[in-house]
């Protein structure tokens, strides 16, 4: 498996919270991603980031933001947590030209917003 | 654009048997890479296996195969043996060059194993 991190795996907040997810990864890649997925459902890549200071919306639209300040570390915000963010977010990550451009994905952030 | 298309949303396979989940994918680019990836209850999603575009020859990671057919732009997966262990969401995925690594994701198929 691979060496990325996403804390917290699980985080039940009130409505207007405003929430950090971590994400971190120990493998030096280049490119990390957010990706959104509702139980059982496919994934909707939400934002991504091709390095350090690079950093570009996907294809769900998503009220989250997200930096890309170090390279090892991808966090996403949500500043006024709803309901409808209710979900589970991937992070993944990958190196170019490496391993077939292969992805590799942290274990997941379960988010409910009551 | 890419797109992937999973047409079997649930499949079932007696354990020591095998199964074979389809996939099918369409794009315009030569170079590209295939993926699937294995995504138990609650548990992190993880590479089973990949394929290169540009090789002719199968991939093949133990009791998982796939049958990469390039004209007919087919993706299937065989789990050879299934185990208990098997019974996941299976979800095939697409990238490129091109494409900036991201990952168009099919729906998933979800693969229950009866002992």
């Known amino acids: 498996e691979a060496d990325i991190y996403q804390t917290p795996r699980y985080l039940v907040i009130g409505t207007g919270k405003k929430i950090t997810l971590e994400c971190s990864q120990t493998?030096?890649?280049?490119?990390m991603y957010w990706y959104q997925q509702d139980p059982g459902m496919e994934l909707h890549l939400i934002h991504y980031?091709?390095?350090?200071?690079?950093?570009e919306k996907g294809d769900l639209s998503s009220e989250s933001t997200v930096s890309r300040i170090r390279t090892e570390h991808f966090p996403l915000t949500l500043e006024s947590a709803r309901p409808s963010h209710t979900s589970q977010y991937l992070c993944?990550?990958?190196?170019?030209?490496?391993?077939?451009?292969?992805?590799?994905f942290g274990e997941g952030s379960w988010l409910t917003v009551v | 654009a890419q797109t992937v298309t999973q047409s079997q949303p649930e499949m079932s396979v007696q354990e020591a048997e095998t199964v074979t989940l389809s996939c099918t994918y369409d794009?315009?680019?030569?170079?590209?890479?295939l993926f699937w990836y294995k995504q138990p209850p609650s548990r992190q999603m993880i590479l089973v296996i990949r394929?290169?575009?540009?090789?002719?020859q199968n991939a093949t990671e133990n009791r998982f195969s796939v049958n990469f057919q390039k004209a007919a732009k087919s993706f299937s997966l065989k789990i050879s043996d299934s185990q208990l262990g098997d019974a996941a969401m299976y979800f095939c995925?697409?990238?490129?060059?091109?494409?900036?690594?991201?990952?168009?994701f099919g729906g998933g198929t979800r693969l229950m194993v009866k002992p």
């Open positions: 993944a990550s990958s190196h170019t030209g490496a391993s077939g451009n292969t992805i590799y």
């Open positions: 493998m030096g890649h280049d490119k």
């Open positions: 980031s091709y390095g350090v200071n690079s950093t």
């Open positions: 794009t315009s680019e030569s170079d590209y890479y």
């Open positions: 394929q290169e575009a540009y090789k002719q």
């Open positions: 995925a697409f990238t490129s060059n091109n494409a900036g690594n991201m990952l168009t």
